[in-house]
């Protein structure tokens, strides 16, 4: 191999590093041999009371091409400024910067090297650290205060494995205090931000095996809290520097703000419209009332399942609970509202992967929630699919993420496996898109060969999963409940999902009226036909899709609700279309007709959504009107801590009258129908408790509920001719 031309300074700090330098310097010197004869490896080892120097002088001794600095300051950040200068003034081409803790591997330096004529830098990023997660935590804050200072974006700003050209390096060094304890971070803010021409490339980073750390975690913040007062000075010298780009800058961030601002209006209006808003006087609805009941029920220390029937997970009531906890009647507004814009951010952050502006990705994000709107607030909030959606837009998004940018970390595969988990615990069904999208990223890894990759995966998710599992089982299991749960989430549900093909195919007609979500659909079976992306990619999301679709048909029931877990999905296939509007070949003409024509769609759903839902809400107010009539007939028959019956599937009495249901069967219907089992437990426990109260709902007057009303000496004391809503009372009272 010819030796180059181009002179290389390779310079490192060391600090008692007796027992690793001889080996590094020995390793970096083999660097040096196909380099210039002036190519020089410089130590500056000053402040070591260990034999370190003494070890550098023997090596000195013996190869020309170590230089030792022995008269900078001691500590780590200034001696790396004065290696800088050394090389600057020395007549450096280029200069390599590493530790001399024997981390990094000297093997991975020609690829950097092959990398100098395209690059001005090649700056090394730790994609694992054998330094502890603590040091790589302490980075990913020091990136996230970078984007927040100056923004910038970098997957590594302090990695000691960077080679730089001297001109480039030469422009910034100056700007450095020379006792500063952070340059590479400084030195790696200022090149991204003016523009230079680096690149982040991947290095292993072994553990320290020998040696002493001179920083410890202590000063690790010691230095980070000194340096943070700093940053504002190396700010205002940016901005000095170039006027004109902090001005651009300023303008990005007041864009970056104002579609935050959109994301956060979008959600809030999305939820505006529950029953559970303060500022709507409307009747709760149907699944919600129920959902608030089991709360009410869990607060006073009831147990879901054994206490109290419903079929839907656990973690549905948590939430409920919670809210309950919060406020009564509006508290699980707050629940309902972070759900949606948590799963709004990463429907964004999608878009974002896919689109390369933003106001076409705040549209995407808006486009996707009116199918939200559309289908949510016919049947008025405080649903299951609400709180799946944050789980689900954040699968998508790493979805994307792993084969946009190939970037799959451990964390991240980690809150796969916990949002999957999730969702399991709020309805079982909604889960079968983790099953195409997983396995997609899993054999994408099998084909690449990164075995290891894939094993940390599988280890990762299954600790997700198990960290949400296992406390909701512990609990069900200490409180008694583990059996009704199995019998009424797990073996109940089979039953309810069963459903003819007719049925079946009904409902899917039923959804694919929604032109947005038909849309949808038609482009993500178009781009996994055209594969213009991976293979892998397109038809394991489309698999996901159409899998979630049958889901969500698979019970037969027109339930609007039941479509809203596919709207995290549709960012991907508008996303593609939109990339095509936005993308490098962008054309701004047809953008624009696409973006009007997806404007009428978007707003044409939102107002005969709201439309639909002021009509539900105008008849939903005689409801109240009759609740309040039946509330002072309950409040004059009954005390507080006496538990009443409603018949049928009125809950909000329940909560509007304040009392507690007498069955474990707060309603009866439509489960009673599905397992006609309930309806004899139902009246057996009414019969064991003779509740003093028993409020049949409109409309479910029948022969089985007037035989024991008469068998067990109700007097009727109320009826409203209009609804047909009766309210019967125990004999003796």
Request: hydrophobic share 45%.
């Amino acid at each position: 191999m010819s030796k180059s031309s181009d002179v290389l300074y390779v310079v490192m700090p060391a600090y008692n590093e007796g027992m690793n330098i001889e080996s590094v310097v020995n390793e970096w010197l083999l660097v040096l041999k196909n380099k210039s004869p002036k190519s020089r490896l410089v130590v500056a080892d000053s402040g070591s009371n260990d034999d370190t120097h003494e070890i550098l002088l023997r090596i000195r001794s013996k190869n020309k091409q170590l230089e030792i600095l022995s008269n900078t300051n001691q500590y780590h950040g200034p001696k790396i400024i004065a290696l800088y200068r050394y090389a600057i003034e020395n007549g450096a081409d280029y200069v390599f910067q590493t530790d001399s803790d024997g981390q990094t591997n000297y093997r991975e330096f020609e690829s950097f090297w092959d990398k100098r004529n395209d690059y001005d830098g090649v700056l090394g990023f730790r994609n694992s650290r054998g330094d502890g997660k603590v040091r790589a935590f302490v980075e990913k804050v020091v990136c996230s205060l970078l984007r927040l200072f100056f923004d910038v974006t970098v997957p590594d700003a302090n990695a000691p494995f960077r080679l730089m050209n001297v001109r480039m390096l030469a422009k910034y060094i100056d700007k450095i205090p020379s006792d500063y304890d952070l340059p590479n971070i400084i030195l790696t803010a200022y090149f991204v931000r003016f523009g230079e021409n680096v690149t982040f490339e991947k290095v292993s980073f072994k553990p320290r095996t020998a040696g002493v750390n001179s920083i410890n975690l202590k000063k690790i913040f010691k230095i980070g809290r000194e340096s943070l007062k700093n940053f504002w000075l190396f700010k205002r010298e940016m901005i000095k520097m170039n006027p004109e780009l902090a001005k651009k800058i300023a303008l990005r961030k007041c864009g970056t703000v104002f579609n935050i601002l959109c994301l956060v209006v979008m959600s809030f209006v999305a939820v505006a419209i529950s029953p559970s808003s303060p500022w709507i006087d409307g009747q709760t609805a149907t699944d919600s009332s129920v959902f608030l009941t089991v709360g009410d029920q869990m607060k006073v220390g009831q147990v879901p399942y054994l206490d109290t029937f419903d079929h839907k997970g656990p973690l549905l009531y948590l939430i409920n609970f919670a809210g309950v906890l919060i406020n009564k009647d509006s508290g699980i507004l707050v629940f309902e509202f972070l759900s949606v814009f948590v799963a709004v951010v990463f429907m964004y952050r999608t878009a974002r992967l896919l689109v390369k502006r933003r106001a076409p990705c705040v549209f995407l994000t808006f486009l996707a929630l009116s199918v939200f709107v559309s289908l949510n607030l016919l049947d008025l909030g405080n649903l299951t699919e609400e709180y799946a959606l944050p789980s689900i837009a954040l699968l998508v998004y790493y979805f994307v993420k792993y084969f946009r940018k190939d970037q799959l970390s451990v964390i991240s595969v980690v809150f796969i496996g916990l949002s999957f988990a999730c969702v399991a615990l709020l309805r079982i069904n909604m889960v079968a898109v983790w099953a195409p999208l997983c396995i997609g990223i899993a054999v994408d890894l099998i084909m690449k060969k990164r075995y290891m990759v894939f094993w940390k995966s599988l280890v990762s998710f299954i600790v997700g999963v198990l960290v949400v599992i296992v406390p909701v089982c512990i609990w069900l299991i200490a409180a008694g409940g583990m059996e009704s749960f199995i019998d009424a989430y797990l073996l109940f549900n089979l039953k309810y999902s069963r459903a003819a093909i007719y049925e079946i195919v009904t409902s899917a007609f039923f959804f694919l009226k929604n032109i947005i979500l038909c849309i949808g659909m038609a482009l993500s079976l178009y781009y996994a036909v055209i594969c213009r992306n991976s293979k892998i990619f397109s038809w394991s999301f489309l698999v996901g899709l159409i899998l979630s679709f049958v889901t969500v048909c698979m019970s037969g029931r027109n339930y609007s609700h039941y479509g809203m877990i596919l709207v995290p999905m549709f960012v991907v296939p508008f996303g593609f279309l939109f990339q095509e509007f936005w993308g490098e070949k962008s054309n701004n003409a047809l953008g624009i007709v696409a973006i009007l024509l997806f404007f009428s769609l978007c707003f044409t759903g939102w107002f005969q959504a709201f439309e639909k839902v002021a009509v539900s809400i105008g008849s939903r107010k005689k409801n109240v009107e009759i609740a309040d009539e039946i509330c002072i007939m309950v409040d004059d028959f009954t005390d507080k801590s006496d538990r009443i019956v409603v018949y049928g599937n009125w809950n909000y009495i329940y909560r509007h009258c304040d009392r507690l249901p007498a069955s474990r069967y707060s309603y009866q219907y439509p489960i009673g129908d599905i397992d006609p089992s309930i309806a004899d437990e139902f009246f057996d426990e009414v019969l064991e408790k003779k509740p003093k109260i028993f409020v049949i709902q409109p409309g479910y007057y029948d022969g089985r509920v007037s035989k024991f009303l008469e068998q067990n000496d109700y007097d009727k004391v109320w009826a409203e001719d209009e609804s047909g809503a009766l309210v019967y009372v125990a004999h003796s009272n």
